[in-house]
């Protein structure tokens, strides 16, 4: 079963305007992760932050913990053409042998 | 370092063949999955392992059977396939189950 719910599904933006992606989760965690994927094309790990954490930045990117909503947010600032993917969550566990479980995505789309 | 590679990218089988899609990474990683990728289902987890000669179910894992006899490789058997198991296939590694992963490119499958 999936965990993370990313909110919305699909998000289209004028080019240099700020994208906003939302990700719910159920149970607790030890980490929540933020990873792009361009069409057809493997994932790429964009951030990482810790349930002890509340903001963390990372270049254009701004993700914030909200964990007593199980929530996140991935703020991407000042939007470029090459953003345009699918971004999606996921969610660590305590258990250094778990796995990750990823939501099923928020495709972005950036207008020229 | 190559990372994660995965062979083939492309592959049509007909219904019933078996094929072996390889993984292999150079990362030194104990942690490595297979997730399968259909339009609107996200991720979901096939079979993952948290070291050599140990494996274990994901969400997924009818139709499918994998073996971890080295750190560096994790193949994927299609045991007899059927349509149902046209997706995309990503491997993936990670330093253990709940950080950061990292992706290779994808097999794009189709069973006819």
């Known amino acids: 079963s999936q965990q993370g719910e990313e909110d919305p599904q699909a998000l289209s933006i004028q080019e240099g305007e700020n994208a906003t992606m939302n990700c719910s989760y159920k149970?607790?965690?030890?980490?929540l992760q933020w990873y792009r994927q361009n069409s057809g094309r493997g994932l790429v790990h964009l951030i990482l932050?810790?349930?002890?954490?509340r903001e963390k930045h990372s270049g254009r990117l701004r993700v914030t913990l909200d964990t007593s909503k199980k929530s996140s947010s991935l703020l991407i600032t000042a939007s470029r053409a090459a953003d345009t993917a699918s971004y999606f969550c996921?969610?660590?566990?305590?258990?250094?042998?778990?796995?990750?479980?990823f939501g099923k995505g928020t495709r972005l789309h950036i207008l020229p | 370092n190559a990372g994660v590679t995965q062979t083939p990218k492309f592959q049509v089988l007909k219904t019933g063949q078996s094929m072996t899609l390889q993984c292999a990474q150079d990362?030194?990683?104990?942690?490595m999955s297979w997730y399968r990728q259909d339009p609107g289902m996200g991720l979901r987890l096939i079979h993952y392992?948290?070291?050599?000669?140990?494996?274990d179910q994901g969400e997924v894992p009818n139709g499918y059977n994998v073996s971890r006899s080295t750190t560096e490789d994790f193949p994927l058997r299609l045991l007899s396939a059927a349509p149902s198991q046209t997706s995309v296939y990503f491997c993936?590694?990670?330093?253990?189950?709940?950080?950061?992963?990292?992706f290779g490119q994808g097999t794009r499958l189709t069973v006819v």
């Open positions: 993936a590694s990670s330093s253990f189950g709940n950080t950061e992963a990292f």
């Open positions: 149970t607790s965690i030890n980490n």
């Open positions: 932050i810790r349930s002890n954490e």
């Open positions: 996921a969610t660590g566990t305590m258990n250094r042998d778990d796995k990750i479980i």
């Open positions: 990362m030194n990683h104990e942690y």
């Open positions: 392992s948290v070291g050599a000669g140990i494996t």
